[in-house]
């Protein structure tokens, strides 16, 4: 079956720098669009950024565009999420998923209702 396995959380200080990886396994990873969302406590999901099958084009929610970098690694079935200059406010559970279906619109993608399989979620937490 399909699984995504993320990793990499934990508990850093504000201006820390965290790299998640998100494993893939039992799907054609090439196939996928990628994604990686977060919810904090008593928020909803929301979408943080997405990298498109073949690794050329990605698209970031505007509050963590020029901090977090996604990227993805074909043959090792992988997405990461490089995450710098943390914030307090970037505490919450971070999830990866993945999606098939392709778009030309970019906020098709900021919809975590139309991504096909989830990960378990890995915590980051960042202290002021």
């Known amino acids: 079956q399909v699984q995504l396995v993320e990793s990499g959380g934990g508990l850093v200080q504000a201006g820390d720098s965290l790299r998640l990886s998100c494993a893939a396994s039992?799907?054609?990873?090439?196939?996928?669009?990628m994604g990686w969302f977060r919810q904090a406590p008593g928020k909803e999901r929301e979408f943080v950024a997405v990298?498109?099958?073949?690794?050329?084009?990605?698209y970031y929610a505007d509050s963590v565009k020029g901090r977090f970098t996604i990227i993805r690694d074909n043959a090792k079935s992988t997405v990461y999420l490089q995450m710098n200059s943390l914030k307090p406010e970037d505490t919450a559970v971070y999830y990866c998923?993945?999606?098939?279906?392709?778009?030309?619109?970019?906020?098709?993608?900021?919809?975590?209702?139309?991504?096909?399989?989830w990960g378990q979620g890995t915590q980051v937490t960042v202290s002021s």
């Open positions: 998923a993945a999606e098939s279906w392709t778009s030309y619109s970019s906020s098709y993608y900021t919809s975590g209702s139309v991504y096909d399989y």
């Open positions: 039992g799907l054609s990873f090439s196939s996928y669009h």
């Open positions: 990298i498109k099958r073949s690794g050329g084009i990605s």
